[in-house]
Every structure is written in C-alpha cells, then in structure tokens.
C-alpha cells in the first residue's frame, strides 16, 4: 500500500459531495442547499463546491439506480470504453472522476469530503481509507478535539492490498462522514444539525492547514476492518435469524468470544465463534442486507502519525 503524499501546498481546490447514496437524506439536503446558497462552503483561502453525486439515485430516494456509486471509482470502471449498456452509476461516476479528478492524477481535486448516514448506532464515524493518509488523520484529530462529546471514531475501510473505490479517492485527499443512525429517507433535524456542524469544522480546518497552523505528530486509534459477517440464512437464502439483541447498536463495542450475536426464528441464540475480540460496525445496516452483511468485524489499534510541514501563510485567491 502507497501512502499518500502530504499536502505542501494550500488546499484549494475543495468538494463537498452529498447524495452519492440518494436516500441518505443529511448530506442530500446539505448538497442541495448548498447549491443555492453557496456562501456557508466559504474560507479566506478557498470556497469549497458543493456536489450532489447521484442525481438519479436522489430524485428516486434510493441507494442507487444500477449499482453501487460508492464502490465505483476503481480503474477497471473509470478506464474502460464507455458503453450504452454500462450501468448509471459507472457512467456517473467517470463524470465525477472528469470534475473531481482524474483519480491519481496532478489535477486531481485537494480535498473531497463525502456526506453519508448509517441506519446502523455508529454516532459520529470517520471513514478514511488507511492510517498512511496523514492530513486525513489530522483533520480526525481535530475533530475529536473539537467535539469530545461526539467520541468521533475513525473507520480505515481500506483492506490490505485493496484498490480504493470510494468517490473521495478521486481526490488527493478524502474524507467520508458516515453519521447515524438514521433511516433511508428520512431526515433528522439532530444529524442534519451535526453533519453541518462537521463540514464546517472540516473547512475551517483546512483553513487553519493553509494559513500555515503548526500540527504536530500524536497518537491515533482507529479501527480496521478484518471481515464480514452475513445473517443465518435459509436454504432459499432468506434470513432464518436476527441479529441478537445484545449485539443490536453496540457498534464500536467489544464483542468477545462466546457471546450472541444472532437471535434465530428457532428460538436459540447463535454465538460468536472467533477466538479473538473484535469491534463490529454497520451492525444491521439497511443498505448491507443485499450485499450479505450484517456486520462488519474491526480490529481496534493504534498507531503515529507525523506532523504535517507548515505552509507559509496562504494569500487569499486574487478576485
Ligand atoms: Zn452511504
């Protein structure tokens, strides 16, 4: 895995993506407002553009159309010939990869930062792909710092030797909001209230990062994913339990070896069979029942992360 370079210079070429799932209602309505009233995305040194990823997906208040435009942006889908047969979301996302990228490339956007909820209790999530993207570390960092009472946990969702494929890796520097929990298609004045807040504190900071603000090396703690755990299921492939009620929104919590996880329709309860304790998130999220999820298992560690060099103080864009 290559990590990415630290920024030298100031970000300036700032997105803020909502609707990249179109029933994820807290960044759908921040997108749209945002594209009226631009003015809230505005620092000294940059003005950050709002997006709304999936135009479809939104108007239709589903996840997706054809596919998944999260797990779109890999080099098989942005590189290959386009066709009329290609699913919307794949020729979606190589229209975000020509605004916002092209994906590893010089002219890549900065910074974009992605607006998601969970039906799942992940609170205030920070998904990032991996502990090497060290100003994505720092700007989770200041968060936590910013709002202690939130306890924002860090996600790094991306697997050893994985090709990213979220829509902020088209960018130099990403970071996705995952707030919850929340339902699909419904909009809560509370983490509507709390992404906004988020977003700004976001920008701000890249801010702080352009006008030459000193962050030093600390000490982090994240989760990693280590696997993935489907519901018991029929023959037919229809659920035959639930996740048990000891496990349902205890996200971010330890589960230990031996303790329940499933609730079948039998009536007998399903234990957990690993021989080490993990950290399992997304617990019972609308969205994985498709994808054969009902959890995702994490590992909790802790690592470095360097200090960022200090810019020079940026000058303000010449109007
Ligand atoms: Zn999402």
Redesign the pocket.
Request: glycine share 6%.
């Given at each position: 895995m290559c990590s990415l370079p630290v920024p030298r210079e100031p970000l300036r070429r700032v997105a803020v993506t909502g609707g990249?799932?179109g029933n994820?209602m807290s960044g759908v309505y921040l997108a749209r407002h945002w594209l009226q009233a631009p003015a809230e995305l505005q620092r000294l040194s940059f003005s950050a553009v709002p997006v709304l990823a999936n135009p479809a997906a939104t108007a239709a208040c589903r996840?997706y159309v054809d596919h998944d435009l999260?797990r779109a942006f890999t080099s098989s889908f942005l590189n290959s010939r386009p066709t009329p047969d290609d699913p919307y979301e794949v020729t979606r996302a190589r229209e975000l990869n020509q605004l916002l990228g092209p994906k590893a490339s010089g002219r890549a956007f900065d910074f974009v930062l992605d607006l998601?909820?969970?039906t799942a209790n992940m609170g205030t999530c920070l998904i990032a792909k991996s502990s090497h993207e060290v100003f994505a570390m720092h700007l989770c960092r200041h968060l936590q710092l910013q709002y202690p009472e939130l306890s924002c946990q860090v996600f790094l969702c991306q697997r050893s030797g994985e090709e990213s494929y979220n829509l902020d890796s088209v960018a130099k520097n990403g970071l996705a909001l995952?707030l919850g929990p929340q339902p699909q298609g419904v909009l809560r004045a509370d983490i509507f209230s709390r992404m906004r807040t988020l977003v700004a504190t976001v920008l701000d900071f890249i801010e702080l990062f352009n006008q030459g603000t000193a962050f030093p090396a600390f000490e982090m703690e994240a989760y990693r994913p280590v696997g993935v755990v489907d519901f018991p299921r029929t023959d037919a492939g229809n659920l035959a339990g639930t996740v048990h009620p000891q496990l349902q929104d205890r996200d971010f919590q330890p589960l230990q070896p031996g303790a329940p996880i499933f609730q079948m329709f039998s009536g007998e309860d399903l234990l957990y069979d690993g021989e080490s304790t993990v950290y399992p998130v997304f617990i019972n999220e609308a969205?994985y029942y498709e994808k054969g999820i009902a959890f995702v298992q994490t590992e909790k560690f802790t690592f470095t992360v360097p200090a960022m060099p200090v810019l020079n103080p940026a000058p303000s864009p010449a109007s």
């Amino acid at each position: 895995m290559c990590s990415l370079p630290v920024p030298r210079e100031p970000l300036r070429r700032v997105a803020v993506t909502g609707g990249t799932h179109g029933n994820e209602m807290s960044g759908v309505y921040l997108a749209r407002h945002w594209l009226q009233a631009p003015a809230e995305l505005q620092r000294l040194s940059f003005s950050a553009v709002p997006v709304l990823a999936n135009p479809a997906a939104t108007a239709a208040c589903r996840r997706y159309v054809d596919h998944d435009l999260n797990r779109a942006f890999t080099s098989s889908f942005l590189n290959s010939r386009p066709t009329p047969d290609d699913p919307y979301e794949v020729t979606r996302a190589r229209e975000l990869n020509q605004l916002l990228g092209p994906k590893a490339s010089g002219r890549a956007f900065d910074f974009v930062l992605d607006l998601h909820n969970t039906t799942a209790n992940m609170g205030t999530c920070l998904i990032a792909k991996s502990s090497h993207e060290v100003f994505a570390m720092h700007l989770c960092r200041h968060l936590q710092l910013q709002y202690p009472e939130l306890s924002c946990q860090v996600f790094l969702c991306q697997r050893s030797g994985e090709e990213s494929y979220n829509l902020d890796s088209v960018a130099k520097n990403g970071l996705a909001l995952e707030l919850g929990p929340q339902p699909q298609g419904v909009l809560r004045a509370d983490i509507f209230s709390r992404m906004r807040t988020l977003v700004a504190t976001v920008l701000d900071f890249i801010e702080l990062f352009n006008q030459g603000t000193a962050f030093p090396a600390f000490e982090m703690e994240a989760y990693r994913p280590v696997g993935v755990v489907d519901f018991p299921r029929t023959d037919a492939g229809n659920l035959a339990g639930t996740v048990h009620p000891q496990l349902q929104d205890r996200d971010f919590q330890p589960l230990q070896p031996g303790a329940p996880i499933f609730q079948m329709f039998s009536g007998e309860d399903l234990l957990y069979d690993g021989e080490s304790t993990v950290y399992p998130v997304f617990i019972n999220e609308a969205a994985y029942y498709e994808k054969g999820i009902a959890f995702v298992q994490t590992e909790k560690f802790t690592f470095t992360v360097p200090a960022m060099p200090v810019l020079n103080p940026a000058p303000s864009p010449a109007s």
